[in-house]
């Protein structure tokens, strides 16, 4: 069965700083892969996501992700974070074959003002 | 446009009882999916509805089941509820079904179970 992994279950990190939160995923055929992030309090909202095409891809807030085949990784990252940026964070993927989205364990981001 | 409404927002069942959770999606979405989220084992698949049809199916135990209706919006039941059945239930629309689709995520029902 396909599976989703956060390496990362918990990142306190300084204003500024800058981020990378690792997802590795187990299907190797056909994917689409998705950043989601779930603020205090708010819903869970799509960050970025990954279909076909440039493997990097920019998603709002100034987040981005790398797509690396290889690897069977979607890091997300981000060259400096704010203390807004404190959430929990969502990896997640589909492929062809089972058609439904399947999400890693999340990891909880605290950013230090 | 209106997001994906959940109700109740908040529930306290006991032990043996059943539930019912409601999910609106968004005006023009036909697809809505059920997860659970816990701390212990995150975000779980329960299932997908597309017009009115279950299109795909979680891990889940037959206790939880779901319709949608005509108009999209669906419901999702927890027969014989047990203290593990205790979570945020979170609804999902989409423009349609598949792999493909971008989710938009109501702010769920939070199930306490005593």
């Known amino acids: 069965a396909q599976s989703v992994s956060q390496h990362n279950h918990h990142v306190i990190l300084s204003e500024a700083a800058s981020l990378e939160l690792g997802c590795n995923y187990s299907?190797?055929?056909?994917?689409?892969l998705f950043w989601y992030v779930q603020y205090p309090g708010q819903h869970l909202q799509l960050l970025l996501k990954y279909f076909s095409g440039d493997p990097l891809v920019k998603g709002i807030k100034g987040f981005e992700a790398e797509f690396i085949k290889s690897k069977f990784s979607f890091n997300l990252r981000k060259p400096s974070v704010q203390w807004s940026d404190t959430a929990e964070y969502f990896c997640?993927?589909?492929?062809?074959?089972?058609?439904?989205?399947?999400f890693g364990k999340g990891t909880r981001l605290h950013i230090l003002p | 446009k209106a997001g994906v409404t959940q109700t109740p927002r908040y529930l306290i069942k006991t032990r043996g009882q059943q539930v019912t959770l409601s999910c609106s999606p968004i005006?023009?979405?036909?697809?809505v999916s059920w997860y659970q989220q816990t701390p212990g084992q995150g975000l779980q698949f329960l299932f997908e509805?597309?017009?009115?049809?279950?299109?795909n199916k979680g891990n889940f135990p037959g206790r939880f089941s779901g319709r949608q209706f005509s108009n999209s919006r669906s419901e999702m039941n927890v027969s014989t509820l047990e203290l593990g059945d205790s979570a945020l239930y979170l609804c999902?629309?989409?423009?349609?079904?598949?792999?493909?689709?971008?989710?938009?995520f109501g702010p769920g029902t939070r199930l306490t179970v005593l």
């Open positions: 005006s023009g979405h036909r697809s």
């Open positions: 999902a629309s989409s423009l349609t079904w598949g792999y493909t689709n971008e989710q938009f």
């Open positions: 997640a993927v589909t492929s062809k074959r089972d058609d439904k989205i399947i």
């Open positions: 509805y597309f017009s009115e049809t279950q299109r």
């Open positions: 299907y190797g055929g056909t994917v689409n």
